[in-house]
Each structure stands twice: as C-alpha cells, then as structure tokens.
Nanobody, 124 residues
C-alpha cells in the first residue's frame, strides 16, 4: 500500500486542521491505520489509531478530547481532525498502515507502511 498524507499547514493556537491520508495499492480495508508525529528534535510518537472497521480507536493521552481519527474505506481515506491545537502539537504528521487479521484490531506500534508526512505548525 502507498500512503499520501496532506492537510498540514500553519494555524494559530486554538484553531483546527484536518489531515487526510490517501491510500493506493492493495485493498484498503485490510489495514489498521495510525497517525504519528515527530516534533523537531524529538522521536516520532504515536498519536491515534483506528481499526479496519473504524469501530475501535485509540489516542495518546495528550490529544484525547481534541483529535479524532476516522476512516472512509470506500474512498480509501483516513482522517485526523485536530481541534483546539496547541503549540506543542507542532510536528510532521505521518500516517501509517498495518495489515490486521481482525476487524477491530488496532496498533500503536509496529507499522510496516508509512506515508511521507505533512507539516503542522501551531503558532502561539
């Protein structure tokens, strides 16, 4: 599967952005999907994950209540809606895919397929 992330940009603190990740290649619905981010000078970290069906989601603590991950299997897209953005959310955001044997399986680590990243900058 090939992944292409988009939707990043510059936004003021308190604002919103929606990231999209478009998938091509193998059947999209076999993949659990995730979003990760890497801030300048820091290691890449898990942000959010969603199962194949979209029925299960998981978030890192710092984004709970502000970010929402979703997917549209018919359109081969996964989204990350980011609200109430903070300067600490500034990072390059990556989408990732991992084949999952069960519909509700999701992952916070161990992804094999990655997109190229989209930059999000939150100004204070």
């Amino acid at each position: 599967v090939q992944l292409q992330a988009s939707g990043g940009g510059l936004v003021q603190a308190g604002g919103s952005l929606r990231l999209s990740c478009a998938a091509s290649g193998r059947t999209f619905s076999i993949y659990a999907m995730g979003w990760f981010r890497q801030a300048p000078g820091k290691e890449r970290e898990f942000v959010a994950a969603i199962s194949r069906s979209g029925g299960s989601t998981n978030y890192t603590e710092s984004v709970k209540g502000r970010f929402t991950i979703s997917r549209d299997n018919a359109k081969r897209l996964v989204y990350l809606q980011m609200n109430i953005l903070k300067p600490d959310d500034t990072a390059v955001y990556y989408c990732a895919a991992e084949p999952a044997s069960r519909l509700e399986k999701l992952y916070t680590i161990g992804y094999d397929y990655w997109g190229q990243g989209t930059k999000v900058t939150v100004s204070s």
